[in-house]
């Protein structure tokens, strides 16, 4: 199989490219990723002569119309990430997210490309109260809460629409939040793992309570590798990691894998619009594709930090360089706790 991966350099495609390799050793990679402050091609360094590697932004449809000549899967990553940028700045993440998945579904059909894989999060379904037992599902109604989620909603509306109008072969999966190697050092977990090696405080927005669902990435590749492979076309899956945690508790995790103070946790202005609480039911994709979650928090954790006190050369400067940015304006003061 021919799969063109695009935001192969980010956190997640990366941990794609990697495990489709591993598994399928036969197929042919195409990356593209457009090398932005999310991207980092050191990421695909140990895969480089197994891949074909492309610098090109995705809302490039004639440089996507290109690339996907002969090409059998789309794996679509590539999206400008992180809730509190959106804020900051909506613009990139209406081009990228919206303009850009919808030049890429055009090339896939200009191509006849046999599968189109969207890559969406459970943000698109907004908030759930905190304290209820409800979970978000493949019929929840979207009610997306900011800039970057309703760029992504609307990137799934943008797929459907392509599959009912024009045919477009696609599949979605809607995941929980991914953790694990190689994550940006803007991201929570990342930032906590990488101020606690330092002993610097870990900030914790609000009071702490807002809670995620937690999902290895490699959990993550496998339902997407399931849905690609076995997945019907026109079928949403949603995918989470049973790991319901709070911003306190996921702090807590990583001092206690690190040997560190729990002073080190620090309580900072909350977000403004913060979604209070994430949780996804995969039974779906449980019942119909085999998937199961096979990493626990508590595992995936430790794996994450052992990555990340291996690889200090790698996230040292990267997270200089999102510091650097951050210095210039990039975030306004409400945002410069967490990227």
Request: proline share 4%; hydrophobic share 35%; aromatic share 10%.
């Amino acid at each position: 199989m021919r799969i063109l991966v695009t935001g192969g350099a980010g956190f997640i495609g990366s941990n794609f490219v990697r495990y489709i390799l591993s598994k399928y050793p036969d197929y042919q990679i195409t990356v593209v990723d457009a090398l932005t402050y999310a991207g980092d091609r050191a990421r695909l360094a140990d895969t480089e002569d197994r891949i074909s590697f492309h610098q090109a932004d995705v809302s490039d449809f004639e440089a996507m119309n290109r690339l996907m000549k002969d090409i059998d899967c789309v794996v679509h990553f590539a999206a400008e990430t992180h809730v509190d940028r959106s804020i900051a700045d909506p613009g990139p993440f209406l081009r990228s997210n919206i303009l850009g998945t919808e030049a890429l579904a055009r090339a896939a059909m200009n191509n006849k490309v046999g599968r189109f894989h969207h890559v969406s999060t459970d943000e698109v379904f907004g908030t759930l109260e905190l304290g209820s037992s409800a979970k978000f599902s493949e019929t929840t109604a979207y009610s997306p809460r900011s800039p970057y989620a309703a760029s992504k909603a609307s990137s799934d509306h943008i797929i459907r629409a392509y599959g009912e109008t024009y045919g477009l072969p696609f599949t979605i999966t809607n995941c929980s939040n991914n953790y694990g190697p190689a994550d940006s050092p803007g991201r929570v977990i990342p930032v906590f793992i990488t101020n606690a090696i330092q002993d610097k405080p870990l900030p914790i927005y609000g009071k702490g309570e807002a809670v995620r669902d937690y999902l290895f990435v490699e959990d993550h590749c496998s339902a997407i590798d399931l849905a690609i492979h076995t997945g019907s076309v026109g079928e949403t899956y949603c995918v989470g990691g049973a790991a319901q945690r709070n911003g306190v508790q996921v702090a807590e995790t990583i001092l206690q894998a690190l040997g560190k103070p729990k002073d080190l946790i620090q309580f900072v202005r909350d977000r403004p619009g913060h979604d209070m609480r994430y949780d996804i039911d995969p039974s779906y994709i449980e019942s119909k594709l085999g998937w199961k979650q096979s990493v626990s928090f508590e595992e995936g954790i430790k794996r994450t930090v052992a990555w990340y006190q291996a690889n200090e050369s790698w996230w040292k400067p990267y997270k200089e360089k999102l510091d650097l940015m951050r210095d210039k304006g990039l975030y306004s003061e409400k945002q410069k706790a967490v990227q």
